[in-house]
Each structure stands twice: as C-alpha cells, then as structure tokens.
C-alpha cells in the first residue's frame, strides 16, 4: 500500500517543514515513511533534518542530466537517507541548480519512491505561483493543510483547498500551528470551511524553535514538549488508505504537470 499527502499552507512561515517531518516521525511508528522536500524554490527540510552536508539532492535528480556534484550519474536512492526511523530525500538550495531543474521530472521520483513506503509525505512550496509549487498538491492523494489561526492564513489555505479540489486531490485534514491560547471563532470557521477535520493545534511553542536551531526534527529533540504530543495527535488522526504501489506509480508518471496555477 501507499498513498501520498502533500503538506501544504499557500504561505510561508506557517511551520509546514516542522509539521512534515513531524507527522512522518510520528507515522513512522506504524508505517513505513518517506519524506520528500518537494520545495524545490526555497528547500530547507535539509536543515531540519541534519542534512545540510547531503551530497546528493532532489535538485540534482531534476537536472536533465540527473548528474551528481562530480558530474557522475546519480539515481533516486544516492538521494534517499535513512533519518530518524523514516526516509528522507532532501534538496539543495543552489540558485542555478534550481533554476535549471525540471519540475516534471518529480513525477518520475516519486514514482520510484512509491514502490518500496507505505507513506509518502511531500513538503510542499509555500505559495501556488508556478507549476513547481503546484505539483506536489496535483500528484498528492489527499493534501494535510497547515495554518496558523489568523483570517489572512485561513483564506490562503483555502486556495489550497480550492486547487487541490480542481485535481481531484483530497483534504486529509486541516492543521494549526503557532497557536497562542485557542482557536476561538477561527476554529469554528475552519470547521464550517474546510472539507477534512482539524487535526489538531499545535501551540507555539520554544521547543519548535530550538530543534530548528539544532538542526532536528521537533519529535527528536524535544520528544516531550507540549507540541510534541500534539503532532502525534495529529498524525493518529490520519488514517493512510491502502493503494496498489504500481496504480499510484503509473498515476504519478502520467500525471498533467500544469501550465500555471
């Protein structure tokens, strides 16, 4: 089995990389997880995850000669690092590699990635600008949408929303982060709003902030915070539901790569 989440907020800034690694910590413990860094314009999971010294990235399968640092040919498993109970594949931040990649070139990666997980979590861009931001959210199953709880936020994620339905992507669930106190009428809006559940509110939190300093996922370096236990919350409250790994491989490679969003 396998199906794939695109971790999406339609803003920056909302802990969407956090949440990514997070959720797939969590999900690790009943699933078989990998974690894909599919912001390929403003890549950071890498530094989330102890990974700013990976010798091969996503970047470098984009390239048309999907060649590594020393022009060798490289495949998605020089890519792939077992981290913290799941697989990650990180990319770089190199303005030139970036600005040579081929976005369409991710359906082909997480093809491959798709025959040997359970989970397949793609961190996704923080904006709908290009057909690279858009991807992860058309090649997803189902989209877990990051907020936080301010009415700006709430209406970006509802273009999320609103373009995952216009490509037949699911919501598995809204998620609020850098919560101070509750939610408020803000939670009753995003019930009445949104097509998935709320997941959870994770508060702000000082442990969030000095695991990314530390160059780790939150669940590693502060397994017991209050945010902690919110994210494992939120990750019981997503239910994978079982495909043939080659139907979504197949789906993935002949997915519409869109023109604009």
């Known amino acids: 089995m ?53 010798p091969v990235t996503l970047q470098d399968l984009l390239a048309p000669d999907a060649g590594g640092p020393d022009g060798a040919a490289v495949d998605v498993a020089d890519a792939t690092y077992e981290r913290h ?41 923080a904006t709908l600008a290009s057909k690279s931001a858009v991807l992860p ?21 509802l273009k999320v929303q609103e373009y995952a339905a216009s490509y037949g992507t699911g919501i598995a669930g809204v998620l609020f982060n850098k919560v101070r106190g509750d939610l408020g009428s803000v939670g009753d809006q995003a019930e009445r709003y949104f097509e998935g559940p709320t997941l959870g509110s994770v508060p702000d939190s000082d442990a969030a902030r000095a695991a990314r300093d530390a160059g780790e996922p939150l669940l590693a370096h502060a397994p017991d915070s209050d945010a902690a ?9 997503i239910d994978p539901e079982p495909k043939a790994a080659g139907d979504v491989a197949d789906r993935f490679r002949s997915a519409v790569v869109p023109e604009r969003p």
């Open 2 to 54: 396998v199906e794939a989440f695109a971790v999406a907020s339609g803003k920056g800034g909302t802990g969407k990389t956090t949440t990514t690694l997070a959720l797939g910590m969590a999900l690790a413990h009943r699933y078989d997880v990998t974690v894909v860094d599919a912001d390929t314009g403003m890549a950071n999971l890498l530094f989330h995850a102890g990974l700013a010294d990976a």
């Open 85 to 125: 109970g799941m697989r990650v594949v990180p990319c770089g931040t190199s303005l030139a590699a970036f600005e040579r990649s081929d976005p369409a070139r991710l359906r082909e990666v997480v093809a491959e990635l798709a025959a040997d997980t359970d989970v397949l979590l793609l961190d996704s861009p």
């Open 137 to 157: 959210i058309v090649l997803a199953d189902r989209v877990v949408v990051v907020t936080q709880p301010t009415i700006p936020a709430l209406s970006d994620a």
């Open 229 to 237: 236990a919110t994210y494992r919350a939120a990750a019981a409250g």
